[in-house]
């Protein structure tokens, strides 16, 4: 029997019998972790208020073995509130949504519990953070997160250089299975020509260029938003359920 410490995001919950639930929690140290929360549902636990999704805690696992994921899922006995993210998304339908489409992001990109995605991790608590102060527009948060997600797992997409063959940008064709932009040369089926600024602003929200970002024009954002949609829908293997939420 062993005592695990860590600090993470809760990512969702789920109901278990009368007055338990099952929290995933993003971690620091110990990637995606399923657990249960006894008596977290009965009307005057304070425990279970702490365990809300957005929510920024230090939790404290009991295991039955040596190994935090194991055969059956560890209690989640204690949680202390480093940053209640909630309260400044859920009241804001954009920023709830953005904040949800965030979640469930982080939570396909560590499909396997138990191993460490730290940069997944403070992805996360910078995105929700910048999302509950109201720094920037929820959907150039959530797409500056999408991209961002993307590139730590390893499918950064290219917005200058050809993706195929490297020539110098500025390049004008776009395709999702190739990895961003690319040249005349190198245009496969399927290519699109989106507009420059849409390039660029997805180009700042990828580098955090956020005053170039900010000062985007509409029209320009909704076509990077379906651009960002595109290519994470290609290397996930299926879109986010939450995406179809999102205020646009």
């Known amino acids: 029997m062993s005592l695990f410490r860590d600090d993470g995001v809760v990512l969702r919950t789920q109901k278990l019998g009368e007055a338990d639930r099952i929290i995933t929690i993003l971690t620091r140290g110990h990637g995606r972790v399923r657990a249960v929360a006894r008596g977290v549902r009965r009307t005057k636990s304070k425990f279970g208020a702490r365990l809300e999704p957005f929510s920024h805690v230090d939790v404290q696992f009991f295991a039955r073995g040596s190994e935090l994921i194991g055969r059956g899922l560890p209690l989640c006995t204690q949680s202390e509130t480093i940053a209640p993210y909630g309260g400044g998304i859920v009241t804001d339908y954009a920023r709830y949504t953005a904040g949800t489409a965030?979640?469930?992001?982080?939570e396909r990109f560590t499909?396997?519990?138990?191993?460490?995605?730290?940069?997944?991790?403070?992805?996360?608590?910078?995105?929700?953070?910048?999302?509950?102060?109201?720094?920037?527009?929820?959907?150039?948060?959530?797409?500056?997160?999408?991209?961002?997600?993307?590139?730590?797992?390893?499918?950064?997409?290219?917005?200058?250089?050809?993706?195929?063959?490297?020539?110098?940008?500025?390049?004008?064709?776009?395709?999702?299975?190739?990895?961003?932009?690319?040249?005349?040369?190198?245009?496969?089926?399927?290519?699109?020509?989106?507009?420059?600024?849409?390039?660029?602003?997805?180009?700042?929200?990828?580098?955090?260029?956020?005053?170039?970002?900010?000062?985007?024009?509409?029209?320009?954002?909704?076509?990077?938003?379906?651009?960002?949609?595109?290519?994470?829908?290609?290397?996930?293997?299926?879109?986010?359920?939450?995406?179809?939420?999102?205020?646009?």
């Not at 797992?153 to 940008?169: H, I, Q, R, T, V």
């Open 102 to 106: 965030m979640l469930e992001t982080a």
């Open 111 to 248: 499909d396997h519990e138990g191993e460490p995605a730290v940069q997944q991790y403070l992805l996360l608590v910078g995105g929700l953070r910048t999302l509950a102060r109201g720094e920037h527009e929820p959907h150039l948060v959530l797409d500056a997160f999408l991209l961002r997600s993307l590139a730590v797992n390893g499918y950064a997409p290219s917005f200058e250089d050809c993706a195929k063959c490297g020539m110098p940008g500025p390049n004008r064709f776009f395709s999702v299975a190739a990895g961003g932009v690319i040249c005349g040369d190198c245009r496969v089926p399927g290519s699109v020509v989106p507009s420059a600024e849409a390039v660029t602003l997805l180009s700042a929200l990828l580098t955090g260029d956020w005053e170039t970002a900010d000062a985007c024009e509409a029209r320009h954002v909704r076509e990077g938003s379906g651009l960002v949609s595109a290519y994470l829908h290609w290397h996930l293997e299926r879109g986010l359920r939450s995406l179809r939420y999102v205020e646009k």
